[in-house]
């Protein structure tokens, strides 16, 4: 019986584990300090923003970045249908109302053209979701766009770190990008999260509200209402080491994919979106299973000893939000998404394995 595939596990490294122990030998008061002021430092150089801040997680991160921009109470956010929950929730977390928008079948992100039909004049943010780290050539134009009438766009770059669109890194086209290290993400501190920004008095209105409002660090004296959204050096001193080895990681990653597109070519019954690999650093290897066969599919391939996994529903849908809509496109490719194994630790043996399975099942 062959080893199990498992749709994704982290990369942890010698490296990693070297770092925590030195760290941990170093006097270390564990909780945020000069590791996670570097590890914002290289966030920031990697995707060319002028500041970053840390967060526990993604969907904080999120959270800190609506909040940062006035968002809250009697506000509504424009999400897509298709996403993973959070950026949703971190706009009910915000204390605003989420209005779901349909996706694109290209991108399979928020379908900039059709945003104008979900506005209302309570509309004060777009939550811009780079889903497997593909957006649209559009988004520098919509971006500025939204900025001439006062939307706020909040990218939710969570599954982009290693993605760019022309050139330029994803999460830094709107007022602030935000990234999550979770530990499925292509830099992972277990959890962990980051906005960066290029304004700079959003970035100290940013660092307030993380550190309970305050005027200044270890001062008692609170500017306006903020929580406790910190970090934890013992996590940054990973975070370092795997932004020291991104590059690589994003050539891997794009490695991957092509590995895939190559394996699976021709391939009648499942397509792979359209990916343009000198910008996007999948994070997930996503195919589009036809004809309704994507349970039958990873039941096939779970048989082989292979994991995958189904796409995020369409949330609009889900017992959660129970919102009133049809979102046609976000619907269908909900259904026929389905996530491959996608962790750097597979070798080309193991990926040809894959597609080997998907080959027998067609
Ligand atoms: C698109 C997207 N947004 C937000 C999040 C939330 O990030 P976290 O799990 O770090 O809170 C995720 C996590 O997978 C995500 O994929």
């Known amino acids: 019986m062959s080893v199990f595939i498992p749709q994704m596990e982290p990369v942890i490294t010698a490296e990693d584990a070297d770092a925590v122990t030195a760290y941990m030998r170093s006097g270390a008061w564990l909780t945020e300090f000069e590791h996670t002021r570097r590890f914002e430092q290289m966030i920031a150089e990697y995707t060319g923003a ?11 991160a999120l959270f800190l970045a609506l909040v940062a921009n006035g968002i809250g109470h009697g506000d509504e956010v424009i999400v897509p249908d298709l996403t ?3 950026s949703a929730t971190a706009v009910v977390m915000a204390g605003a109302t989420v209005v779901f928008g349909d996706i694109d079948p290209v991108t399979l992100c928020l379908d900039l053209t059709r945003v104008d039909e979900r506005m209302t004049p309570r509309t004060r943010a777009v939550m811009f979701v780079s889903l497997n780290g593909r957006a649209p050539a559009a988004l520098s134009d919509f971006a500025r766009a939204c900025r001439a009438r006062g939307i706020a766009v909040i990218e939710d770059a969570a599954q982009s770190l290693g993605s760019f669109v022309g050139g330029k890194h994803l999460g830094t086209f709107g007022d602030c990008g935000c990234f999550s290290f979770s530990s499925q993400k292509i830099v992972t501190t277990g959890q962990g999260g980051a906005v960066v920004t290029d304004d700079e008095a959003l970035f100290q209105r940013m660092k307030r509200i993380r550190d309970f409002g305050r005027s200044a660090g270890g001062s008692d004296h609170y500017l306006s209402v903020g929580w406790n959204l910190k970090f934890t050096d013992l996590q940054a001193v990973i975070g370092v080491e795997q932004m020291r080895r991104l590059p690589r990681l ?36 996503d195919v589009l299973v036809k004809d309704r066969r994507r349970t039958a599919l990873a039941e096939h391939l779970k048989s082989e000893g292979i994991g995958s996994r189904p796409f995020y529903p369409a949330l609009h849908a889900e017992p959660a939000f129970g919102y009133d809509g049809s979102f046609p496109v976000a619907q269908l490719i909900a259904e026929q998404g389905l996530w491959l194994p996608s962790s750097l630790n597979l070798g080309e043996h193991e990926i040809e394995r894959v597609c080997a399975s998907i080959r027998r099942f067609f």
């Open 50 to 60: 002028r500041f970053c801040t840390i967060a526990p997680n993604g969907t904080l």
């Open 84 to 86: 993973m929950a959070a």
């Open 250 to 285: 994003v050539e891997g990653k794009r490695r991957m994919y092509a590995l895939y597109q190559q394996h699976l070519d021709g391939v009648s019954g499942i397509e792979l979106p359209a990916t343009d690999l000198t910008m996007v650093s999948p994070w997930f290897i």
